[in-house]
C-alpha cells in the first residue's frame, strides 16, 4: 500500500490525515521492523515476522497482482562480514526480485508458456 493510499483511508466522517503524519507513523513502525518499505515501488507491507530481529527486506513481487512475498535469504550474516572487512557500516539490505506469481501464471486455469501470456 502506498502511503497516499492510507492517507485516503481517511475519508468522510474521520479527521483529516495529512502526508507527512502517515509518513512519520510508517516510519515508527518501519524503526519497530513492523512494516517494510517496497522501494521500488515507494509502498509499505506489513512485516509478516515482526519478531525477527533483521534490518533486511527482501521480496519477490508480482508485476500482474502487485503482491510482495517476503524472503528470508539468509544472507545478512555474509554481508556483514564483507562490510565490516570493508569498514563499512551497513543499515539496511533491500533486495526485491520483479516477475510473475504463480497465481497469476496460472489464472483461470491456463498455464503461461510464454512472457505474452500465449
Known amino acids: 500500500m502506498k502511503a497516499y493510499d ?3 483511508c481517511y475519508g468522510p466522517g474521520r479527521r483529516p490525515t495529512k502526508p507527512p503524519t502517515v509518513y512519520r507513523a510508517l516510519d515508527f513502525l518501519i524503526d519497530l521492523g513492523l512494516v517494510h518499505k517496497v522501494e521500488t515501488d515507494n ?10 530481529a533483521r534490518h ?3 521480496f519477490l513481487i508480482c508485476e500482474v497482482c502487485g503482491r510482495a512475498d517476503e524472503l528470508d535469504l ?3 550474516e555474509s554481508l556483514e562480514a564483507i562490510a565490516a572487512r570493508l569498514a563499512f557500516r551497513l543499515d539496511r539490505v533491500v533486495i526485491e526480485a520483479r516477475g510473475v506469481c504463480a497465481a497469476c501464471r496460472f489464472k483461470a486455469g491456463r498455464r503461461l508458456v510464454n512472457d505474452q501470456g500465449l
Open 74 to 76: 539468509g544472507m545478512e
Open 43 to 52: 509502498a509499505f507491507i506489513a512485516c509478516p515476522r515482526p519478531d525477527a
Open 56 to 58: 533486511s527486506a527482501n
Open 6 to 8: 492510507l492517507v485516503a
